[in-house]
């Protein structure tokens, strides 16, 4: 994959990883973009790279390194937005993916923002809660030349949530000298978080999986569900799914996979994941010890929430859902997508199923700027909204060119950034 890519000089060919993947959706979205396209190599350099040295004192009194990035791949149409990953195997090359699906999910679903994402390779388990605060404040510090409201907004990913933006909004604004709230979103909601966030990439999941399912002639209503990754977005997809009707058939998180064919109390998984950190050793279903069987789980709905390049050429074949919502980013890889194409499995693309949570970062920004909050069932229902409008516009696409919803996804949205990037010019 990738080999007549011009790789930036600072990846190595062995690092390519979900970078790779992201340049083969662009290979495939740009014969569909007509004389724009002479500006398809915008999208394949990010605009800006900075890399960080994250030095902590540890609670010990040794001092720990830790490397984080912030990655701003496009711009044309606004400030960079994207979440904050901390996690062990964080690469630099999945950072620019990310920020790279952020810059298309963006556009896919017209929110005016460039993309953007940043992240620290660590495992915040092994912290203590001080040295994880400390590692939050000097990561947001390094990266405080680049970020703040009108220039670049980071929100939750993985490993992070309220708590971290909190602390992450607190130290940018101790180095601006006034409260600046609206340089993160995901915040808590006494700090100027909007209602509605927490559960926003799920609800959009599951918003459009019930168009999904429409299309495909299935009931919500008894459909089996299998969900990979139980936190924020997986968790709050399964409840939604389950409080529709649906029964959630099998669970895998990064510890076990757990499955019950009458379906799984998902309210019961949740306050037990909330009490152990992992669905590992949940009293209520049955677990299975070879991880790769969760990928032929009998199931109509399959949920990718977890990771990137989980469905791939290796397990592409023994899916048996009808639909894959991408609740993660990159979850699967272009080899799959042509597997699962030829079994007729539709697949709804991540920069349409779940945009959802930055589509609600954009209302809590905005309510910020205004400091005028709405309700939550405003901004639900805006949420849906443009959640419905966005699937369909990408479907009818679809079904006019003859494409796969993620090359429709990426014709709209890559459109929208190249037609600004055109009308902007080049000449400083
Ligand atoms: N939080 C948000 O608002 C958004 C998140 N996403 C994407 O959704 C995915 C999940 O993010 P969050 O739910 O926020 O993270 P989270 O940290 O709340 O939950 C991650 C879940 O994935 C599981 N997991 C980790 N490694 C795994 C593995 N190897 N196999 C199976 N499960 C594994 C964890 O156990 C956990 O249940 C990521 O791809 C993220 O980029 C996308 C849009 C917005
Ligand atoms: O809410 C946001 O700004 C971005 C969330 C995110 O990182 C994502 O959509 O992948």
């Known amino acids: 994959m990738a080999a007549n890519h011009e790789i930036p000089s600072y990846l190595t060919p062995h690092e390519i990883g979900p970078w790779g993947v992201y340049l083969e959706q662009i290979d495939r979205v740009t014969p569909h973009l007509g004389n724009l396209s002479r500006w398809v190599e915008t999208l394949k350099r990010p605009k800006r790279v900075l890399i960080v040295d994250v030095p902590i004192e540890r609670d010990d009194g040794t001092i720990a390194h830790f490397e984080g990035y912030r990655v701003q791949h496009n711009t044309s149409r606004g400030p960079g937005k994207g979440g904050v990953r901390f996690h062990q195997d964080v690469t630099l090359s999945e950072v620019m993916a990310l920020s790279a699906w952020m810059t298309v999910k963006n556009a896919a679903v017209n929110v005016p923002y460039g993309g953007a994402k940043g992240g620290i390779r660590v495992d915040p388990k092994t912290l203590s809660n001080g040295e994880l605060q400390r590692m939050t404040r000097r990561y947001t510090s390094e990266i405080n030349i680049i970020i703040g409201p009108n220039k670049d907004i980071p929100a939750p990913d993985v490993n992070t949530n309220e708590k971290i933006m909190a602390w992450m909004m607190d130290t940018y604004s101790m180095n601006q000298g006034s409260t600046a709230s609206g340089v993160v979103t995901g915040k808590p909601i006494s700090l100027g978080g909007s209602l509605g966030r927490h559960e926003a990439t799920g609800r959009g999941v599951f918003v459009v999986g019930c168009e999904a399912a429409a299309k495909r002639g299935l009931d919500i209503k008894g459909a089996r569900v299998a969900v990979q990754g139980f936190g924020n977005v997986g968790g709050i997809a399964a409840r939604l799914f389950a409080e529709a009707g ?65 469905i791939n050429a290796a397990n592409a074949n023994k899916i048996r859902a009808k639909i894959i919502l991408e609740g993660a980013n990159g979850p699967t890889t272009p080899e799959a997508d042509d597997i699962l194409h030829d079994k007729g499995v539709l697949i709804v693309p991540d920069v349409i199923a779940n945009a959802g949570g930055v589509t609600v970062s954009y209302f809590e920004w905005v309510q910020d700027f205004s400091s005028f909050f709405w309700t939550e069932d405003e901004i639900n229902q805006r949420l849906t909204r443009i959640m419905r409008e966005a699937f369909t516009a990408v479907w009818q696409l679809a079904e006019e060119k003859n494409v796969s919803l993620r090359t429709a996804a990426f014709i709209v949205a890559c459109t929208r950034v190249l037609r600004a990037r055109e009308m902007r010019g080049l000449y400083p």
């Open 246 to 310: 649906a029964k959630v058939v099998a669970v895998q998180d990064h510890v076990t996979t757990v499955v019950r064919e009458s379906g799984i109390d998902v309210p019961a998984l949740l306050k037990y994941v909330a009490e152990t950190g992992s669905v590992a050793g949940f009293g209520g279903a049955e677990r299975i010890n070879d991880r790769s069987e969760f990928w032929s789980v009998d199931c109509d709905i399959l949920i990718p929430a977890a990771l990137e390049q989980q």
